[in-house]
């Protein structure tokens, strides 16, 4: 669907998901190639935006089902679909929303896979080298893991986000919504090294290709802002080297964090502020905690709990 022309009040919504809601740059690509799959199947019904009505939605759902889309694919595409008709009658361009009673496919609930602390500490300390391709993907992964950021979050970051001395970074989440994160002690020793001389300024070109490239934290070895790609091209080739490949990308180092901040005791509330979720039933999606671990934290807190001792 490269190239598709959308018609005009998708791409209305476009921006107005881009300027009003702050809505980053993968987002709206995703939601550009949503509507662009609902704007053929428009198309090939002889259906306008703004004449669609609940039945013809609801046909819509059944057709991405034909398609033998994954239910994760289909569930984005109708939300959508839903989204620009809820956009088109709250400004008044279409009488009513034929979405708002019209269901997504159920997607199965499924957790990511959190590392083991011992998988991490296999992973972080085989990055040893002292080159500064060496220093700069120990940081990375260092940071990851140690603050729970997002992959676009890590490779956004700008020199003036980040205190090493005061151990704070501010981050840019979804929304263009900025929060301080805590460094702890070995992302902070991890980012000194990379900062040192012989880590970024070793990498730094003569001349800087574009203007933000200068401020960048992490630099490819052209020079310029590592990239999303480029980035989790690295965690991939240092989970690989320690046979972790299959069971490791940048997201699955967030998810570790706040699984294992939750198991040794973390406040849920603390670690949705840390990962900057909006709402805890999130927090509660990607984290995972033991049946085990919550019997024994009910166990020990709760008064009525314990066990009477019979002695």
């Not at 590392?115 to 080159?131: H, K, M, Q, W, Y």
């Not at 702890?184 to 574009?210: I, K, N, Y």
């Not at 990239?227 to 490791?248: E, P």
């Not at 502020?273 to 990607?286: M, N, P, R, V």
Request: hydrophobic share 45%; aromatic share 4%; proline share 5%.
């Amino acid at each position: 669907m490269t190239g598709l022309v959308l018609p005009l009040p998708m791409e209305e919504l476009l921006t107005w998901l881009a300027v009003e809601r702050g809505r980053a740059p993968s987002t709206i690509e995703a939601y550009r190639r949503d509507l662009g799959r609902y704007a053929v199947w428009l198309e090939g019904r002889g259906l306008a935006v703004d004449a669609v009505t609940e039945a013809d939605l609801v046909d819509y759902v059944h057709s991405l089902g034909a398609a033998g889309l994954a239910a994760a694919t289909a569930a984005r595409a109708v939300v959508a679909a839903r989204s620009l008709h809820r956009y088109l009658a709250v400004e008044g361009v279409a009488e009513r929303d034929p979405g708002a009673d019209v269901a997504g496919p159920s997607v199965p609930s499924g957790l990511p896979k959190a590392l083991s602390e011992a998988d991490i500490s296999r992973l972080l300390d085989a990055v040893a080298g002292d080159r500064p391709v060496d220093r700069r993907d120990r940081a990375i992964l260092e940071v990851l893991y140690g603050t729970g950021l997002r992959i676009a979050e890590l490779v956004g970051l700008s020199l003036a986000d980040v205190d090493v001395d005061g151990g704070l970074l501010r981050a840019f989440g979804k929304g263009r919504k900025e929060r301080i994160v805590p460094l702890g002690r070995l992302a902070r020793q991890s980012l000194e090294s990379w900062l040192d001389p012989g880590g970024r300024p070793s990498m730094a070109p003569v001349t800087w290709a574009r203007r933000g490239d200068a401020e960048a934290v992490f630099l490819n070895q052209r020079g310029g802002r590592l990239s999303r790609q480029g980035a989790w091209l690295i965690v991939k080739a240092r989970a690989d080297a320690v046979g972790l490949g299959a069971n490791v990308w940048p997201h699955v180092l967030r998810h570790s964090c706040a699984t294992h901040m939750l198991e040794r005791g973390a406040d849920i509330r603390a670690v949705q502020e840390l990962l900057g979720h909006a709402s805890i039933s999130t927090t509660q999606t990607y984290t995972r905690v033991t049946t085990e671990r919550l019997k024994a934290v009910y166990d020990a807190a709760h008064p009525r709990a314990r066990r009477v001792s019979t002695r």
